[in-house]
């Protein structure tokens, strides 16, 4: 594993760069941060060059290091964050590096309190050997992903993988599927993102040559709809383990990586640091395979009832006009954030929201004692970076007053949505003429910048706002963003006419 100075390691800006040249810029980095002697040392992922300058520094260095997601889980962990490359004129000689060394995975912690999973390199060596022998990936010209390298499956599937196979590994994210760049990569991705891109029915001018997600369940429709242009692993693990099994079809059975042991749940793998693990998933082995049947139930006690979060999502995914759901305790009640097929949209514009949450409650009523009382209805369930669900973001819309537009459609970061003639903001704007008023125009503006760019906004911070013309319930309008070095600008528009528009300065929401 890199033993080649003149192996092609990277693909930054469009630019090759060897070991021997990534190396140049570890020895300078490694002197800054030596002089800085960290007892620890925190990193992001969010500039995938960086990360990888900074990780190797430590790992050079034999600083214990721990990465975390994003910024927001630096209040869970203690050391120096690092994110950024230091100029020094100084270089530090770098020695042979230890496999014994432990990288420290903070867990997401989407459904509780983080944890800290310690993975030794060997470990994660071992992993990306056996990856390697699952695909023929001879014909593969990089590697790519939508994540980052900040968790143990992008650090394995697209830093480790591609190091044993000897592939360049693109320091570009791929935000929009526009941005492969190449018809031979391998994309490494999450069912969050292969959703969208199947639900907008968007596929790339460069197709890569493979795609593997995890992270979370890859649906079988999106499953298909890849399969009709690309090939598709579907990899089924979690941080403390690792990688475990995989499959390639939407209907087969997930198979084992061959140094994988289960027996009742109990795991036992080269892959990670503990001598066994109890999954969190109930697990069903055959001849043919393993089956993953579900998380374990979310069972929550209301009403002195307990109830099954996860059969109660069942039901109500059964519903006809239903896409899927998602439900929660929230306070005393039980919250149900619905995604509506074509059928169901059509049938909220026409009803209205009271009657199709009417509906909802009525076709409930007989498969559980308790049924949701909050509703919220969304174009698709939010889901982090990892493509698991965002529990405290949907939390966040349970408290919103204000009813959420109705989204049809979503192209990159524009997106087209409808005020429904229900929603509660019309009521004094105004009775024999409703209009959207400004502040709801702002509200949700503000609302999208921080869902798809990650910017707070402050309704103080607003600059050059402009209402020209008054937008109407039940009527179809583009949300439209452009993003420039300091600011969002935002538009509310309907081909040529325009009907509001103003700036907001970017405020990073993790600052």
């Known amino acids: 594993m890199l033993d080649n100075d003149n192996v092609v390691f990277l693909i930054h800006n469009g630019e090759k760069i ?42 050079y260095l034999k600083i ?71 695909y023929d990936f001879s014909k593969a010209t990089e590697f790519l992903t939508s994540s980052t390298l900040a968790h143990h499956y992008g650090c394995t599937v697209c830093l480790f ?20 760049s190449s018809e ?28 593997t997600s995890a992270g979370a369940k890859l649906e079988e429709k999106d499953f298909d709809e890849l399969l009709n242009y690309t090939d598709v692993i579907d990899m089924y693990g979690c941080t403390e383990t690792g990688v475990l099994c995989y499959k390639t079809k939407p209907d087969m059975l997930h198979q084992l990586l061959k140094r994988v042991e289960i027996k009742d749940d109990i795991v036992k793998a080269p892959y990670m640091v503990f001598d066994e693990f109890q999954l969190p998933d109930k697990i069903v082995q055959t001849s043919d395979g ?6 374990k139930d979310r069972v929550v006690k209301i009403q002195d009832e307990r109830v099954s979060l996860t059969e109660l999502e069942k039901f109500v995914n059964d519903i006809d006009f239903v896409e899927k759901s998602y439900c929660d305790k929230i306070g005393e009640k039980v919250g149900c954030l ?27 009523k007989d498969k559980s004692k308790i049924i949701p009382q909050k509703w919220k209805f969304v174009d698709e369930i939010p889901k982090n970076s990892f493509g698991k669900i965002y529990r405290d973001y949907i939390l966040e819309l349970f408290d919103i007053n204000l009813t959420l537009p109705i989204i049809t459609k979503r192209e990159q970061t524009n997106l087209s949505l409808i005020f429904h003639r229900d929603s509660n903001f019309f009521k004094g704007h105004f009775d024999n003429y409703s209009i959207v008023p400004g502040v709801v ?11 798809l760019f990650g910017y707070d906004i402050g309704m103080g911070q607003l600059k050059k706002i402009k209402f020209s013309n008054l937008i109407v319930p039940d009527k179809e309008i583009d949300l439209i963003f452009t993003e420039n070095e ?18 907001f300065p970017k405020i990073n929401i993790f600052e």
């Open 18 to 59: 060897t070991y021997k040249e990534f190396k140049s810029v570890l020895k300078k980095q490694m002197s800054h941060i030596k002089k800085l002697n960290p007892n620890q040392v925190v990193l992001c992922g969010d500039d995938t060059f960086v990360f990888l300058v900074n990780l190797f520094s430590c790992i």
């Open 64 to 134: 214990n290091v721990v990465i975390i997601s994003d910024k927001t889980k630096l209040q869970y962990t203690e050391g120096l964050f690092i994110d950024e490359i230091f100029d020094s004129k100084d270089e530090v000689e770098l020695e042979a590096i230890n496999q014994d060394y432990v990288i420290n995975f903070l867990t997401s912690g989407t459904t509780s309190t983080p944890k800290m999973i310690p993975v030794a390199i060997k470990n994660l060596i071992a992993e990306a050997q056996d990856m390697s022998e699952i």
């Open 161 to 180: 993988l591609p190091m044993v196979l000897g592939i360049p590994i693109n320091t570009t994210r791929v935000v929009y599927p526009q941005d492969l």
């Open 184 to 211: 031979n990569s391998v994309f490494v991705s999450t069912p969050a993102f292969l959703s969208r891109m199947v639900k907008y029915n968007i596929i790339p001018a460069n197709k890569p040559l493979l795609i």
């Open 290 to 295: 393993i089956k993953i049947i579900s998380r």
């Open 338 to 364: 619905v995604v509506l097929n074509k059928e169901g949209q059509d049938k909220f514009i026409q009803n209205g929201m009271k009657q199709i949450i009417k509906d909802l409650k009525q076709l409930l």
């Open 441 to 451: 125009q702002l509200y949700y503006a503000a609302f999208y910048i921080k869902e």
């Open 486 to 503: 300091n600011s969002i600008l935002y538009k509310y528009q309907k081909g040529d006419k325009v009907y509001s528009s103003g700036q």
